[in-house]
């Protein structure tokens, strides 16, 4: 199996970069509404963030080692909510649903839709400072307890994002309405990747997501997040999925490694 790993950044070009992120974040990365929500609420990125952006956005599959409350989890996010901010603002955002966000745990699903409602509301707000054409971004939180008339409301009216857990997205691939609405995912983010990969969840979610990718006209961008994972490498492998037929080797990872917990209880996939 193989796997590309970018250089790990040394303390000091870390520092270094953190220095110049806003200007890298104005400059090259994000809409300007985007950028201008971040710096009133944040500042400067955190050492993930400036490490993940400049690969989320080139395209490359990336996991995210970082310890909590380091802003990984809206590394993650913010990157895919300006790719929708830019599709509103030249209106080309359709009723489709382009992320997927999976977690290990149903009510951390509900508390991550909240945040998410944050910085969304926050940059139509700076879209409507600005004077630029206000863009509407839906979530939808898909879980067992998901009522039948939501899930046919949303058959007809797809979110662009979806927060679920491994089995209701298992549940989905399963339904043909479930599959449309998911065949337009451009990107998907996997958090605590660390509590499903050595067990059955995490065997179930790979299968779920090599379905995933097969529906899709192009191989959504995986996201993974977690404070805690070892074997890394590891971990990385069992994001990105199996090796692919032709070639042999597994999809590229990028790895963020940013004083993560290392945890020995993960074990290599056999």
Not at 25 to 42: E, I, N
Not at 103 to 110: E, H, I, T, V
Request: charged share 20%; proline share 8%.
């Amino acid at each position: 199996m193989h796997y590309a790993v970018p250089r790990l950044h040394h303390p000091a070009s870390l520092a270094k970069e953190r220095a110049n992120s806003s200007d890298m974040l104005s400059q090259t990365l994000f809409h300007p509404s985007v950028v201008a929500w971040f710096q009133q609420h944040f500042g400067v990125p955190t050492p993930p963030q400036a490490e993940a952006w400049p690969l989320i956005k080139a395209g490359q599959n990336v996991l995210i080692a970082a310890p909590t409350g380091s802003g990984k989890t809206l590394a993650a996010f913010l990157s895919a909510i300006d790719d929708l901010v830019w599709q509103g603002e030249a209106g080309a955002l359709g009723d489709e649903t382009q992320i997927v966000y999976v977690s290990p745990l149903k009510a951390l699903s509900n508390d991550i839709r909240r945040n998410l409602e944050v910085p969304v509301v926050g940059i139509r707000q700076k879209l409507r400072e600005q004077g630029r054409p206000d863009v509407e971004i839906r979530s939808w939180v898909r879980t067992g307890d998901t009522s039948a008339t939501e899930r046919q409301r949303m058959a007809r009216q797809p979110s662009h994002i979806v927060v679920t857990t491994p089995e209701s997205l298992y549940i989905l691939l399963g339904s043909e309405t479930g599959r449309r609405m998911l065949s337009t995912t451009r990107t998907v983010i996997v958090d605590e990747i660390h509590a499903i990969a050595p067990n059955k969840r995490g065997s179930h979610l790979a299968l779920s997501l090599e379905r995933l990718a097969a529906i899709c006209t192009s191989p959504p961008l995986r996201i993974g997040l977690s404070a805690t994972q070892k074997p890394i490498e590891d971990v990385a492998r069992f994001l990105v999925g199996a090796p692919s037929k032709h070639t042999h080797r597994s999809p590229p990872c990028a790895i963020v490694n940013s004083g993560a917990i290392l945890h020995s209880k993960f074990r290599r996939p056999r």
